[in-house]
Nanobody
Framework: QVQLVESGGGLVQAGGSLRLSCVAS????????MAWFRQAPGKDREFVAT????????AYADSVKGRFTISRDSAKNTVYLQMNSLKPEDTAVYYC???????????WGQGTQVTVSS
């Protein structure tokens, strides 16, 4: 089992920045990828960014490309999401997720709220 705990959410004005953190614990040695998803009120959960743990290769949703950066610190078993130039439409609960193999995300955090005011 892998446990994921997110932190770093909050209220920020449009144009501001936040950095989310997700700490993984438990059986983390076989982590394949980690990712960030988000879910706004009344909308489906959507992919934001992902990082392959072994290579640090990354991918982003078009809506955040150029504004958000995903990174990881393997020594701390932590993945980060640096969010710059935030927009009101970025308001959502942000979730950290982990894969142990290609396919479905097997583990999810509890989520952290990000609210961007206009």
């Amino acid at each position: 089992q892998v446990q994921l705990v997110e932190s770093g959410g909050g209220l920020v004005q449009a144009g501001g920045s936040l950095r989310l953190s997700c700490v993984a614990s438990g059986r983390t040695f076989n982590t394949y990828t980690m990712a960030w998803f988000r879910q706004a009120p009344g909308k489906d959960r959507e992919f934001v960014a992902t990082i392959i743990w072994s290579t640090s290769s990354v991918a982003y949703a078009d809506s955040v490309k150029g504004r958000f950066t995903i990174s990881r610190d393997s020594a701390k078993n932590t993945v980060y999401l640096q969010m710059n130039s935030l927009k009101p439409e970025d308001t959502a609960v942000y979730y950290c997720a982990a894969q142990v193999a290609p396919g479905n995300y097997h583990y999810w955090g509890q989520g952290t709220q990000v609210t961007v005011s206009s």
